[in-house]
């Protein structure tokens, strides 16, 4: 909901401040020192600068002042009327309109200004064009002087502005001059209105904040109205009208019957009277103030019937005096009262009462209607009430034993008929079921693990294309037979001749390849013209599938025949010709596995070194700093870096 | 009051404090001491601008000063006082003109009308080389032709104009630099008044820029004047009229100008 305060808005300084701060905050924010011999784009971009700079320091502040007041078109009608009424609505929009004037004017000098800089030919000539720039900004500012003198004014005054809330539960005090309207809201709230025995004492409006019924109540102080018409009323009366006219309120009409205001009881019913139409839909309480003066009892038959047609407008009249606090409280329940029913009545008529309704409360329809005041203890015959307040509670208790029972009469009974059909074919059914599951469940539990160790460790990971080229051949074979893929020699021959072919007995991970020396070690490696068939030999690193084309073709019969190849054949061979190919010590320079290996082992034992020292090379790593040949001795003709 | 003036509320409530007059009168006593203090102690920009501000209050106050004193004086009432004849209302403010001051008044009249018809407010302007009017422009594939020339000065280009073909074009005159209005000073009138251009009637730094449309100091514009309301003895209304222009416009980014009458 929009709050209005108009407290926020900024100061707006007089012409000759704006030009102040905007020219010294150029200075202040841009660079300073220029000279004719440095090159001319930067010359021009150095007065390009400043320019720029004053334009948007202008338009900025510009900017500030437009969003900071508010548009009348977008405020509550209530305050758009009241700054009206009290500055104008003319003359302020027309202050704004003239700052958004200047704004575009500012705008304009800067766009042109900056333009005419990029054809600057010499310092002199940039410095005249950023002059003239920022002399016709601030002319244009000067012009606005009388602008922003009244929005300063009006800033000042709007400040001051009571906070009033145009959408909540509001009373409106309202009355000829000197009736006790203030002494009224004096009595019920802390708004500490001013009160004298002359008219027009208040002279503008005051609101004050009450509680009733658990809620808050805001109470607006008018300043009093006479019986004129609209068009004569000065500017202290025409706030009351612009309050009574758009606040959505109950009227507390004040009447003094003492005429003490100097106004007759027939005179102020007929004020009543001629602003009756701001009354419209609105509750309405006549208060009949200073009754301590003059009681009800005085009232001549005139007066008395000038009150009466007030109750038939449909007022409510309420009679108090605000000197002996008699009555002052039925007036303000009244008038609370008669408003908190009708908005009620609203917001049920409204289309959002259905997020509300739940909150309404309903009355229990009772035997009696008046047990409806009856208190209701809590413990009673020592138990807690609350326990059973449910009538049909022992039913549904009742109910669900019953539902219970029978539940489980069924479920005994399906057990017993289970067992009877129970024959050997299923049992043993079952058992294999249960064994794949259990397999099933083991598994996952493994990768479970092994993810988890994956993650835990906190070493730099492997990107997802180098693990696939670290994975060894005998793994992936492994894997697929797990999957339940054939892999058999005969299944999976095509595969093993790519990898060989490719990379001979390098093309084998080192692992199997380690395997393959243990085993075989007197045979040559790469080529051998016997196959091992089996899958014994071919878990063990298999040496020998070097028949690719014979294997090449039955592998493709095979796969036709049995859907248990993997689909992509040929991307898995290429995988592991691309493995072979990256760990070839050919590849890496050297002249044979056994150098490969020894390497292997030369790096371990200096990482082994190195880690033991609590040290990694090039990690934390303390440089000499004061290295000693460059400190001692006495310097030459050479550099001090370097002897 | 409302409701927010606490301040004066306070004050209407409980009054000033009880030695509120005489701190005032102190703290305006002090005021001379704490602005010659803050004029010792300023530097660069604050103190350029507040010196300034300083300036012009002296020399209010020494006018005001000075006004008093005239008032005590009154020899200059009492000569004014000695003329015999009474004189209406309307010529009340005039005084009499002296025999020396006519005279010397005629004689520039005439030599006003000796010097001929061409008349103007700038008689002579600083001759301008080609050099600082146009900037050559490179062209060509290596950039080695120089026969292009961009004008550097503020231009007017008629509506009807049309570019050659870019590559073909010898002047090039950058759209930033031209100019449509001028600002015209009236000098009767005294007034000045935005004025649309129609043409330039001579540049007097060569005829090249004449026809070229270079705007430099000096150059005789020829303005639509329409606006002015000026008619001629016949009776015609004018709408075209030259005026010659005062300032640099390059460098001050506009066109001043006093008309020719
Ligand atoms: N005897 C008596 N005097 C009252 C009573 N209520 C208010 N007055 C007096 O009436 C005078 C005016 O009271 P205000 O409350 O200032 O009246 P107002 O309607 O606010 O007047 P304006 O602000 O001028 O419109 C004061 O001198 C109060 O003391 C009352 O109940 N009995
Ligand atoms: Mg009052």
């Known amino acids: ?300 038959e005139a007066e008395r019937a000038a009150l009466r047609t007030l109750e038939t407008n449909g007022a409510t009249i309420v009679y108090m005096s605000t000197f002996t606090e008699e009555g002052v409280m039925d007036v303000k329940s009244a008038a609370c009262d008669l408003l908190l029913a009708q908005r009620v009545e609203q917001k049920m008529a409204s289309t959002k009462v259905e997020s509300v309704i739940n909150r309404i409360r309903t009355h229990w329809q009772l035997k009696t209607p008046a047990w409806v005041n009856d208190i209701i203890p809590e413990i009673m015959d020592g138990k807690n009430i609350m326990d059973f307040v449910d009538p049909d509670i022992d039913r549904l208790l009742a109910e669900l034993e019953r539902e219970e029972e029978q539940r489980v009469e069924l479920a005994e009974m399906e057990a017993e008929e289970q067992d009877e059909d129970m024959d050997e074919e299923r049992v043993e059914a079952q058992n294999t079921v249960r064994a794949l599951a259990k397999s099933i469940r083991k598994k996952k539990g493994i990768l479970k693990e092994k993810a988890r160790m994956a993650k835990k460790n906190n070493h730099p990971t492997l990107s997802r294309a180098v693990a696939a080229r670290t994975k060894s051949l005998g793994e992936f074979v492994e894997h697929m037979g797990q999957m339940g893929v054939r892999t058999a020699s005969k299944a999976l021959s095509n595969l093993r001749g790519k990898a060989t072919l490719k990379g001979g007995a390098d093309a084998l991970p080192a692992r199997e390849r380690r395997a393959a020396t243990a085993g075989a070690s007197t045979e040559r490696r790469g080529r051998s013209p016997t196959r091992g068939g089996d899958e014994d030999a071919m878990s063990t690193g298999g040496s020998s599938y070097a028949d690719s084309m014979v294997g090449h073709k039955r592998a493709r019969g095979d796969g036709k025949k049995a859907n248990q190849v993997p689909r992509d054949r040929s991307s898995t061979a290429r995988d592991a010709a691309k493995v072979a190919r990256s760990r070839s010590p050919s590849a890496s320079g050297l002249r044979d596995e056994a150098q490969q290996v020894k390497l292997l082992k030369l790096g371990r034992n200096k990482a082994f070194k190195m880690s033991k020292n609590g040290r990694i090379e090039s990690d934390r790593r303390i440089p000499d700093l004061k290295p000693k040949h460059l400190y001692s001795g006495k310097r030459g003709n050479g550099k001090t870096d370097w002897r | 009051m409302a409701q927010g003036d606490y301040i004066e509320l306070f004050r209407k409530r409980q009054g000033r404090r009880f030695d509120h007059e005489e701190r005032t009168r102190k703290k305006e006593a002090r005021g001379n001491h704490l602005n010659s203090a803050i004029a010792k102690k300023v530097r660069g920009l604050k103190a350029k601008q507040f010196n300034k501000k300083r300036y012009a209050e002296k020399a209010v106050m020494k006018k005001k000063i000075k006004m008093h004193g005239e008032r005590l004086n009154k020899h200059q009432v009492a000569e004014q006082r000695d003329d015999s004849e009474a004189v209406p209302a309307y010529l009340l403010d005039r005084e009499g003109m002296s025999h020396a001051k006519v005279l010397s008044n005629s004689i520039k009249q005439k030599r006003k009308e000796k010097a001929g018809k061409w008349n103007v407010p700038i008689p002579k302007v600083k001759p301008m080389g080609e050099d600082e009017v146009f900037k050559i422009v490179k062209s060509g594939k290596r950039q080695k032709k120089q026969w292009k020339r961009q004008v550097n000065k503020v231009t007017f280009v008629g509506e009807s104009f049309t570019r050659k073909p870019p590559k073909l074009e010898r002047f090039i005159r950058p759209a930033a630099l031209r100019f449509k209005k001028a600002h015209v000073t009236h000098p009767e009138l005294k007034a000045t008044f935005n004025l649309d251009l129609i043409g330039i009637k001579k540049n007097p730094q060569s005829p090249l820029y004449t026809s070229l449309g270079v705007i430099t100091k000096g150059t005789i514009i020829e303005v639509n004047c329409s606006d002015l309301g000026l008619v001629t003895p016949s009776g015609k209304v004018v709408w075209g009229k030259y005026a010659q222009v005062t300032n640099h416009p390059e460098n001050d980014g506009c066109i001043n100008a006093v008309l020719l009458v």
């Not at chain 1, 809330?165 to 009373?171: A, G, M, Q, V």
Request: aromatic share 10%.
């Open chain 1, 1 to 300: 909901m929009v709050v209005y305060n108009f407290k926020k808005i900024e100061t707006v300084p007089t012409a000759a401040d704006f030009i102040d701060v905007v020219l010294s905050k150029t200075q202040r924010k841009t660079p300073t020192v220029v000279h004719p011999g440095y090159n001319i784009v930067r010359i021009r971009q150095f007065y390009m600068r400043k320019v720029k700079f004053t334009h948007t320091a202008y338009s900025e502040k510009l900017t500030q002042i437009l969003t900071d007041f508010p548009r009348l078109d977008d405020i509550h009608p209530f305050y758009a009327d009241l700054i009206n009424v009290l500055y104008d609505r003319d003359h302020f929009k027309l202050a704004l309109g003239q700052m958004n004037i200047a704004r575009q004017l500012i705008d304009r000098v800067g766009r042109d200004y900056a333009k005419l800089l990029k054809y600057g030919d010499s310092l002199y000539r940039c410095k005249t064009l950023k002059r003239a720039a920022l002399g016709r900004m601030c002319t244009i500012m000067k012009r606005q002087k009388g602008a922003l003198e009244y929005l300063e004014q009006v800033r000042r005054h709007m400040m001051r502005l009571p906070s009033i809330d145009p959408t909540t539960r509001t009373i409106i005090v309202a009355g000829y001059p000197n009736v006790g309207k203030s002494s009224f809201v004096n009595k019920v709230t802390r708004a500490n209105v001013e009160v004298q025995p002359y008219a027009f004492t208040t002279k503008s409006l005051y609101v004050g904040h009450m509680d009733h019924k658990y809620m808050r109540w805001q109470v607006i102080d008018t300043p009093g109205v006479l019986d004129k018409p609209l068009e004569e009323r000065n500017t202290i009366e025409m706030q009351s009208i612009t309050a009574l006219a758009h606040l959505h309120c109950c009227v507390l009409y004040v009447v003094d019957i003492s005429e003490q205001c100097g106004f007759s009881i027939q005179q102020q019913v007929a004020l009543f009277d001629s602003i009756r139409p701001l009354f419209h839909n609105k509750p309405l309480v006549v208060a009949i103030n200073k009754i301590d003066v003059r009681t009800e009892a005085d009232l001549t």
